[in-house]
């Protein structure tokens, strides 16, 4: 389906940006402050506030923090904890600051997997061009950006990311499993989650 740049928020691949130096900074800024990136840019829908800007919780910076600065991240928490929004706001971080890069957002159900794209979409629309990359896909299930990054949701199965080279995975549930090749021996096996996070040999 072609993508429907008249929309509001979308912006078109490869346009050339006449950045002011306030802007500039304002992405150097963001670049090396997730914090500072989600409570300035990242909109979300408050349940009696409607459309806002996020306000993190201290511990929600203590997390955003910790994905930004170690490989791997386990979330051990209650719910309805902002858990979803933190990986959210990394994910679109992490793929408007670095190109060329593989996003696999995994879940036990498509429609949860979803659900995180369509969190990501609604605040990337509200973002001003500027600060973002253009649209090269934008679907359902997968947004490429121009910068040749690619985010996609897809249900936990052997096969849901064969074949691709991720370099970030954000799965719901450490009891799922996805097919993984050892490094070191070549093996290619089904892994459970939690063994995905605590054997290098995957890493």
């Known amino acids: 389906m072609p993508i429907n740049y008249t929309k509001q928020g979308m912006k078109r691949p490869n346009v050339v940006n006449q950045w002011t130096q306030e802007q500039v900074k304002e992405i150097m800024k963001c670049g090396m402050d997730i914090g500072y990136f989600a409570e300035n840019y990242y909109t979300i829908v408050h349940p009696k506030r409607g459309a806002m800007l996020i306000t993190l919780h201290d511990f929600q910076k203590e997390i955003l923090h910790n994905f930004q600065n170690y490989q791997n991240n386990v979330v051990l928490s209650a719910r309805q904890v902002g858990k979803t929004t933190c990986s959210g706001i990394f994910i679109l971080w992490f793929a408007i600051f670095n190109d060329n890069k593989f996003i696999a957002v ?12 369509d969190e990501i979409k609604y605040a990337y629309e509200r973002m001003p061009d500027w600060i973002k990359p253009g649209i090269v896909e934008y679907n359902a299930l997968a947004i490429k950006f121009d910068n040749g990054t690619e985010i996609m949701a897809a249900p936990t199965s052997p096969d849901a990311i064969r074949g691709q080279a991720v370099s970030l995975l954000f799965c719901l549930g450490g009891e799922n499993t996805v097919e993984v090749r050892n490094k070191k021996t070549g093996e290619i096996r089904n892994v459970s989650l939690e063994e995905l996070y605590s054997n290098s040999d995957y890493q």
């Not at 995994?106 to 794209?117: E, H, V």
Request: hydrophobic letters at 50%; zero cysteines.
């Open 106 to 117: 995994l879940a036990n159900k498509q429609l949860t997997a979803k659900s995180i794209i």
